[in-house]
């Protein structure tokens, strides 16, 4: 079992940058693929990246492929998401989530992880 903690959400302004964190505890962290998601007011959830427990794979949403980096330490138990060139339509609670996984499979499917955390608000101003 993993417990997820996001934090690092703020209030930006559009082109500014953000590096929130996904804090877990446990002591098989390195054993799950850990994916964000968003959801925005009024908007279905959706995948936003995912990143293998080892960190040999991740996988983005087109509409943040080159502007956000997902990464993790697990040394930290800690997973990232750094967001540069930020756009208005980036607002939204951001979650992230585990997977348990043998293998570097990263899942877009929200149904596919068994554990979130609280979500970390994140509004970027235009």
């Known amino acids: 079992q993993v417990q997820l903690v996001e934090s690092g959400g703020v209030l930006v302004q559009a082109g500014g940058s953000l590096r929130p964190s996904c804090a877990a505890s446990g002591r098989t962290f390195s054993s799950y693929a850990i994916g964000w998601f968003r959801q925005a007011p009024g908007k279905e959830p959706e995948f936003v990246a995912a990143?293998?427990?080892?960190?040999?794979?991740?996988d983005y949403a087109d509409s943040v492929k080159g502007r956000f980096t997902i990464s993790r330490d697990n040394a930290k138990n800690t997973v990232y998401l750094q967001m540069n060139s930020l756009k208005a339509e980036d607002t939204a609670v951001y979650y992230c989530?585990?997977?348990?996984?043998?293998?570097?499979?990263?899942?877009?499917?929200?149904?596919?992880?068994?554990?979130w955390g609280q979500g970390t608000q994140v509004t970027v101003s235009s």
């Open positions: 989530a585990a997977y348990y996984t043998a293998s570097n499979y990263t899942p877009k499917s929200m149904k596919e992880y068994v554990y």
């Open positions: 990143i293998s427990r080892s960190v040999g794979s991740t």
